[in-house]
């Protein structure tokens, strides 16, 4: 046989068992005659983006075994004390409210999540308000410091927070850092990771940069645990830029929230999971969940987390989305710095805009060291637009809040951005909150933001010149690596 002939008979073999791999995975057709046409003709740079970004969540049990099922089980105890405080809850759900109760079914049965009400909640917008809080209550801590962030960076504000976790260490306090390594790559060097781990601190990368299998698939979440008793998550990581907006931006505009109660119990289970995930220790949980404060059995706010991995069953977080838009009668409130919407939420957001719902979302239209995203943005922008969604370009500063409001009753707040990298390759959360207060702090922020706001105008856009137009949508192409 000929070198020729042997090239083609290997090639063709090549089809096949690709062919045959991508079937079997039970795809949809689109997706894979997709990913058939990127492993035929770009078979090298084909398998390196499947190996990225193709897989689902099959792949990374084998990896990331831990799940809420197979905790210690002195901490499946804990948890399972919560299913009265759930039920509960989905009983006077059942007689007040319809949507609150079909949104809390949803997040129990996809993300198995347990709607908590001894809660106390404070939203906090931006840095300049959440990192005080954050560290007063790390001043205050007596046993233990958890934190969990997507970036953390060893600058001015990094090294401060280190101080004071190494006081905090040789008060007696255990601190325990998790962060991501790609997220965290450029702002955390050796040197400070050194003076944390000489200082007694444990920090640990979720993941290995080595393992090339799970690189894209990063933890996004934001998560501060004190003592078991308070807790923090949104949309802030740790670092300058959020006090000291980056250059060509006035403002680093966040939203988080800090809460006390029931719920933290939730936010200290994550972290003690992902923690065993990340360095194969699961420690005695039971230190780590205290009984709860007289304030906060007396208090009545429910509260619900929602997960989403690459190793998730179901998208919880898109599914909660979803489920958010679908049920408003009146409004919906969004904010997000990133706008990539697969075809559902695309559809949702239309037909509840054609459906005469005051649809509202407002987003970044550029960003700090990206421009892929923003530029993707626009041609999605267009599409709900068009369908009468109200689209909005936040100008006062970069806008990084992870914020959804419907009728003024729910709200979301949490880590994960409309994208979907967010909804489908990120570990992600976001804490859904039942309570007419908290939708009414958010309506408000919402209102006075919009004032900052442009419009997206069809029009203009469409007048624009052709090449910036087929420049976004080109940028479209990349959106599931956004």
Same mark, same amino acid.
């Given at each position: 046989? #000929? ?53 689902? $969540? ?20 804990? &948890?399972?004390?919560? *299913?009265?405080? +759930? ?26 999540? %347990? ?23 790390? *001043? ?5 410091? $958890? ?26 306090? *255990? ?35 080595? $393992? ?7 933890? +996004? ?34 939203? $988080? ?18 923690? @065993? ?7 005695? /949980?039971? /230190? ?29 977080? %898109? ?83 992870? #914020? ?34 908290? @939708?009414?702090? &958010? ?20 007048? %624009?010149? %052709? ?6 949508? &080109? ?5 599931? &690596?956004?």
């Amino acid at each position: 046989m #000929t070198t020729s002939q042997i090239l083609e008979i290997s090639f063709g073999f090549y089809a096949v068992s690709v062919a045959i791999f991508l079937i079997s995975e039970n795809r949809a057709p689109k997706s894979s005659f997709a990913w058939m046409l990127l492993f035929i003709v770009l078979p090298g740079l084909g398998l390196a983006v499947y190996l990225f970004l193709g897989r689902g $969540h099959e792949a990374f049990v084998r990896r990331f075994r831990v799940t809420e099922q197979d905790a210690p089980v002195q901490m499946q105890g804990l &948890l399972d004390a919560s *299913k009265e405080e +759930h039920n509960a809850a989905l009983g006077v759900m059942s007689l007040e409210d319809e949507m609150a109760l079909r949104i809390a079914t949803l997040v129990h049965s996809n993300a198995n999540s %347990r709607v908590t009400t001894s809660n106390c909640i404070t939203v906090l917008q931006d840095a300049d308000t959440t990192y005080p809080a954050l560290v007063a209550a790390i *001043k205050e801590a007596k046993s233990s410091i $958890h934190l969990h962030y997507y970036i953390w960076n060893g600058d001015t504000f990094g090294t401060k927070l280190l101080n004071l976790l190494a006081a905090k260490v040789s008060e007696g306090v *255990k601190v325990r850092i998790l962060y991501d390594p790609v997220g965290s790559f450029t702002g955390l060097g050796r040197q400070y990771l050194r003076k944390a781990r000489d200082a007694g601190v444990e920090i640990r990368p979720f993941s290995s940069l080595w $393992h090339i299998q799970t690189i894209s698939y990063r933890n +996004h979440r934001k998560i501060a645990v004190i003592d078991g008793r308070i807790g923090f998550t949104g949309g802030l990581n740790i670092g300058d830029e959020h006090l000291d907006p980056p250059v060509g931006f006035d403002r680093w505009r966040d939203t $988080h929230i800090r809460l006390t109660g029931s719920v933290v119990w939730s936010l200290q289970a994550i972290f003690v999971i992902d923690w @065993a995930n990340a360095t194969d220790e699961i420690f005695d /949980p039971i /230190p780590y969940f205290p009984a709860l404060s007289n304030e906060d059995l007396a208090a009545n706010l429910p509260i619900q987390i929602c997960l989403s991995g690459p190793d998730s069953e179901y998208e919880a977080i %898109r599914q909660l989305y979803f489920e958010l838009i679908a049920s408003a009668e009146r409004q919906v409130l969004i904010q997000t710095p990133f706008f990539i919407l697969d075809e559902t939420l695309s559809e949702a957001l239309k037909l509840k805009a054609l459906s005469g719902v005051d649809v509202q979302v407002m987003i970044s239209p550029t960003g700090p060291g990206q421009f892929l995203p923003y530029w993707a943005a626009n041609t999605y922008a267009l599409d709900v637009a068009r369908a009468g969604v109200k689209v909005l370009h936040y100008n006062a500063g970069f806008l990084h809040a992870k #914020t959804v409001c419907i009728d003024g009753k729910v709200s979301s707040i949490g880590t994960a951005n409309w994208d979907i990298r967010s909804f489908s390759i990120n570990y992600e959360l976001t804490a859904v909150i039942y309570d007419l207060d908290v @939708a009414k702090q &958010l309506v408000k922020a919402f209102e006075i933001d919009v004032a900052d706001c442009v419009v997206f105008d069809v029009a203009a856009y469409q007048a %624009r010149g %052709r090449l910036l137009r087929f420049r976004d949508s &080109l940028a479209r192409l990349a959106a599931p &690596l956004l």
